[in-house]
Nanobody, 133 residues
Framework: QVQLMESGGGSVQRGGSLRLSCEIS????????MGWFRQVPGKEREGVAA????????YYLDSVKGRFSLALDNAVNTMYLQMTNLKPEDTAMYYC??????????????????????????WGQGTQVTVSS
């Protein structure tokens, strides 16, 4: 069974930085989709950053391009989201997710794939990020 556990959330001021970590266990394949998503109360969960575990061009939400960076360390089965120049509108609960099926099938068929949350099967519990002005 796949398990994901996030850490690294917290409260920072505008312009600050945080690095989120997601420890992944139970995945026995090297090929899977992985990503970070965020959600605020009353709104749908949105994809922030995602990519295929084997490499390739990552997807980033337009509003975080140039500020957020996604990385995977296979040696320790951990995914990271480095967030810089944080803004109050980045305040949300952040979740990491992985998928070994639906996402992969759609990724190979769509060159403009945007890794929607509905294509991910395995989720962490979330970590809160709060950015004050």
């Amino acid at each position: 069974q796949v398990q994901l556990m996030e850490s690294g959330g917290g409260s920072v001021q505008r312009g600050g930085s945080l690095r989120l970590s997601c420890e992944i266990s139970g995945i026995i394949t090297m090929h899977y989709c992985m990503g970070w998503f965020r959600q605020v109360p009353g709104k749908e969960r949105e994809g922030v950053a995602a990519r295929f575990s084997g490499g390739g061009v990552p997807y980033y939400l337009d509003s975080v391009k140039g500020r957020f960076s996604l990385a995977l360390d296979n040696a320790v089965n951990t995914m990271y989201l480095q967030m810089t120049n944080l803004k109050p509108e980045d305040t949300a609960m952040y979740y990491c997710a992985a998928d070994r099926s639906t996402c992969l099938l759609r990724l190979v068929r769509n060159s403009n794939y945007t890794y929607p949350a509905t294509d991910f099967a395995d989720w962490g519990q979330g970590t809160q990020v709060t950015v004050s002005s």
